[in-house]
């Protein structure tokens, strides 16, 4: 079987014995020499296909049908490109064991003109680390650090020639039958002397879990690889990827390994990459040391050129002085007493991805994290004023909610004052939903939730919150939710996001009477939860029914032909939900559906959506507007399909949307194709905010434009408040009590808040569209009756 280059191909297969693939008729003889035998890597359909390059184990022809490896770049975007040709500049030049060797480069022409950049590389026999895990399981310290003294080892050759490799994790580790490690995949390795291009920082590669904060903030240094190299090696001492509780690994590692390796291994992962060892040779003289001493720390120090005599080794130093190889630890400064544990709501476990305080769950924070992290630490010691001192440091530093709600939490306990209650709710959002390990949602939600904590506290109430990453998925949502039931101190939940996540995880909330407010979810099959005896759910944002009755409701006032295609996501209860309301609403005001996308190609959640299609088959139909209802990127394909359909449109025909649209995405990727024919239901804006309040003091607070996400997270929040100032001892079924009383109501954000059964009484609705303005994309969101954006 021999393979068709053609990365375009609907049929790549082909039989041995053709010369031309027989679908699309490429030659299958590359340069002359090589047939593509077997795919390294998944091959995808191109509109599934996340990453620009192909890998292809091949015959040489002119080689004695020798195996090699063939890489394929088939995108023309200039970084990949130089990312591209630097690899091959590394590999081509320099030749060393533990590193592939380069053979060849070359470019291929296929028969529509496209160009696809080829390198060739010897083949490596054996398995990558991943692959051992999967088979062998965790390792010894005996045989880390044999790996890890080959591994420092390559690093060191590739760093003293001014590279480094940006992406080490055991999938790039090989392991050969003769037991050398080959490092592989230098498609993201950098020149030192490069990392600026046009003014702009580009060594933001990007492995979860591996690599360094710095690099994830586009500031990638050669300490970087030391990180990423720790993190791989706790995932091979424990069995498990690393995760944002680094600090706990010790107590997870398969095989008892000594303080030395450990202490090795925690020097690689330091958040700050200046307390990284300063270069290669520095963690090979570590390693020399634990392999002879067996992981005894030296009892004696000695100066340059002194000789140590220990154990009936002679151990030269030469000039290199021991304190270079094993800084001193400073003794951590004294602290108050620890105090008695947390209640029950908030306790010291880990990786539960609950967290009053004791772990970090949201990813992205760089400038502050090491601070945050020794706040996390002296959180779950119990040392809680001095957790308040390092959160205090991280939050003067980096605005970031979770490190404020862990600051208050942490003030609330070292208060440690019996006479005056503490209450907790908790907050259940996903933190991690996407593939980096970040949320787009999130941390908009806990923004709103950490600004109504803080007006709490100010105001005499000591709220504490627990935060629950639900990561946007039905089993862990219901995990969540099942641990947050059964932890008697928490009195309301503020969650879940989704549609999908809150519908699945109401029965057991409803089943233990733990009122449960949601911000954002808005399908409207959830307003009958509102009829059942003592209902627990209750949401202050608008449903699906009023968000598609506003949008028709412009239609009709401005758009003279009602002929609408609707596109959304099939499977998605909002979906769902959106589609069926706003074809209520166009018939009711005598607007038609005339395309409604049935097909895979055309439903926004599909990884085979083709907007070209779409556009085409709503024109075909007579279609006038386009509905264009993604989720809140809930699935992977149907926010950027969305944009995708958008972007094809280039303004031609209207374009009405929902919230989750109204994105820095949106502006970004499409924002010039806006500008006109385009509308979205918006929920909330600070420019049509009937609390003025609020947006100053959220734009104070955080120093970044605001989201409707915020100001609704808010409300619900201060829903859950507002029950605690009028009860003498509050209870779950108490605060159920309290807010589904006819007259209860209190002000957010968005106004006055109170409720009809479940749903939220005032109409929370704003159109917005895009104008210009003077940031970072060029566009910006304003309500449709502004005529112009500030510039501020």
Known sequence: MIYCINPNCQNRQNPDE??????????LLINNRYHLIRPLRDLKPVS??????????????????????????????????????????????????????????????????????????????????????????AISEQLALSWLNKIVDILNFIHQNNYFHRDIKPSNIMRKSDEELVLIDFGTARKLTETVINGRYVTAIYSHGYTAPEQIAGRGVPQS???????????????????????????K?????????????????????????????????????IKVFGGIPPSVLVGSGAILVSLGIVWAIGQANILNIFPPKTSPPPSSPVLPETTKACNTILQDNLSCGEEILLSGLIEARADKQKGTEAFAAGDYTQAVNWFDQSWQKKRDPETLIYLNNARINAQNNPGKPIYTIAVATPLSDLPDGTSRSGKHVLRGVAQAQNLAIKEGINLRILIG??????????????????????????????????????????????????????????????????HV????????????????????????????????????????SMRKDFHHSLSANHGKIVYDSASEEVDLASSKFNPQLALKEAQKHGAKVLAIFPDGNTTPYAFQNGLDLIRENQGNLWVVGVSSLYDHETLEQVGKYTLNRFVLFGRWHPLSSSNNQFSKEAQSYWQEDLNWQTATAYDATLALIAPLKQQATPSRSGIQKVLAAPNFQTTGATGKVSFNGSDRKETLATILKVVPNCSKSGYTFVPVDYTAAICR
Request: hydrophobic residues 35%; contains cysteine; charged residues 20%.
């Open 537 to 576: 759910f209750f949401r202050t944002g608008p449903t699906t029914k009023i968000m598609a009755q506003t949008l028709v409701d412009y239609l009709i006032k401005e758009v003279p032909q009602k002929n609408v295609a609707i596109f959304y996501n099939h499977q998605n209860k909002f979906g769902q």
């Open 225 to 251: 690889d030391f990180y990423a190299l720790g993190c791989t090696f706790v995932h091979l001492l424990t069995g498990n990827p690393p995760d944002s509780n680094l600090h706990v690994w010790r107590q």
């Open 18 to 27: 053709v010369v031309l693939c027989q679908d699309c008729q490429t030659p």
């Open 253 to 289: 590692t398969k095989y008892k390994i000594s303080k030395a390796l450990a202490n090795l291994i925690d020097s690689l992962i330091e958040v700050d990459y200046k307390k990284r060892p300063q270069n290669a040779q520095v963690i090979l003289q570590r390693l020399q040391w």
């Open 48 to 137: 599934e296909r996340t990453l620009s390059c192909e890998i292809f184990e091949v015959t040489d022809f002119k080689d004695n049908d020798k195996l090699k490896v063939l890489k394929i770049l088939s995108c023309d975007y200039t970084h990949i490109i130089e990312l591209f040709e630097q690899e091959y500049t590394l590999l081509i030049n320099f030749t060393r064991s533990g590193i592939p060797q380069g053979q060849e480069a070359f470019s291929f022409q296929l028969n529509n003109g496209q160009k696809l950049r080829c390198l060739v590389m010897e083949r490596i026999e054996g398995q990558n680390l991943e692959q051992y895990l999967e088979q062998q399981g």
């Open 469 to 534: 990453d639900d990561t946007n998925k039905k089993e862990q949502a219901q995990k969540i939710a099942n641990a947050l039931v059964n932890k008697s101190e928490i009195l309301g939940v503020v969650g879940h996001y989704s549609s999908d996540i809150t519908i699945s995880t109401l029965p057991i909330y409803q089943q233990n009477q733990l009122v449960l407010i949601s911000s954002s979810s808005a399908a409207s099959q959830l307003s009958s939860e509102g009829t059942r005896p003592n």
